[in-house]
């Protein structure tokens, strides 16, 4: 089956604005959708992973899921709500997976016509959230999300597990709330990731501030990544990554399994806020907390680090669990 949504407004409904099953096809684009009192105000459940596609009568052919979602404005309006607001899912009869082609893009554009922001206000759970099992190939760009009024809330949260390739490029993100996370991304099985170019670049090449992910509230985390199988690509490259709160942390690898490749270069981890509380929590830049084998680090351009703390960690990896190093504040490390 296939849906295909233009310029649709849905707002102040009584439940989800969207709500579909097994939509194999579906694309929302240049809509609003605004203050659903539903669980999710979008949600998009697939529930077979094969059916018969050729006629031939035997139910063997594998579904493959297209969803696309562009230019478009969601919203919570500021109402604290319980459930992620944007969710795509797998259920019901998928065992061994199916696979999923997500295109998310130019959400949340400002100086788009309608201006558009994906703005959410769910504490403990996401804006936006993929749990997905099957091979997904998924492009996050050019969005803007805020997360207003919760506290413990994500921006873009993915599970996935299959054989991920994704991308979270050239986004806005910024949070309010204490304990919030910019983007929590679990993968089980082998992974492409890029995240990237998540900042705002002056005529002169240099990052203007405000831009990228900009972290308010106290224990914020800008990236939280877990990588639960070998195989892995990274790359994080020119990024901004803004706190204001206090106990914050950069990047953080919560586990990673070798054999990967780890690229890291041309980021900005910054602390705005001068202030040191009585007690002064601690400040972290890029950390690897778990480290299964042995992982390659790459790195040929300066991250910047500046936690404005009297306690902070700018690096950190356990001994013997890296080949290569990441240059931070003009040192390469470890």
Do not use: H, K
């Amino acid at each position: 089956p296939e849906m295909f949504l233009r310029g649709v407004v849905i707002a102040n409904s009584a439940q989800e604005a969207i709500d579909i099953t097994d939509v194999s096809d579906f694309t929302l684009v240049d809509s609003d959708i605004d203050s659903n009192a539903g669980l999710n105000q979008i949600r998009i459940t697939a529930t077979q992973e094969e059916t018969d596609i050729d006629g031939d009568g035997d139910d063997e052919d594998p579904i493959v899921y297209n969803i696309n979602m562009l230019n478009n404005n969601i919203t919570d309006g500021g109402t604290a709500r319980a459930g992620d607001m944007i969710l795509l899912t797998t259920g019901g009869f998928i065992t061994d997976g199916a696979d999923l082609n997500f295109n998310f893009l130019n959400n949340g554009v400002p100086g788009s016509s309608p201006i558009n922001s994906i703005s959410s206000s769910r504490p403990g759970d996401a804006a936006l959230l993929v749990n997905w099992t099957g091979d997904s190939q998924i492009l996050i760009d050019n969005n803007t999300f805020v997360l207003t009024d919760a506290n413990l809330q994500s921006g873009v949260e993915l599970n996935i597990d299959g054989i991920a390739d994704v991308a979270y490029t050239n986004n806005n993100l910024r949070a309010s709330g204490v304990s919030d996370v910019g983007i929590d991304f679990t993968f089980q099985e082998a992974t492409n990731l890029v995240v990237s170019n998540n900042a705002v670049v002056d005529a002169d090449g240099f990052f203007t501030p405000g831009s990228g992910f900009i972290m308010s509230g106290d224990d914020s985390t800008a990236m939280s990544l877990s990588f639960l199988s070998g195989g892995n690509n990274i790359e994080i490259e020119n990024n901004i990554l803004e706190f204001n709160g206090f106990g914050n942390t950069g990047i953080d690898f919560v586990r990673i399994f070798a054999p990967s490749n780890v690229a890291i270069n041309n980021n900005l981890i910054v602390r705005r806020n001068n202030a040191q509380p009585l007690f002064t929590p601690l400040e972290e830049g890029i950390i690897f907390r778990d480290v299964r084998g042995v992982i390659n680090l790459i790195g040929n351009v300066n991250n910047t680090i500046q936690l404005n703390s009297i306690f902070f960690n700018n690096f950190a990896i356990t001994p013997g669990t890296s080949n290569g190093q990441i240059i931070v504040n003009g040192v390469p490390l470890p």
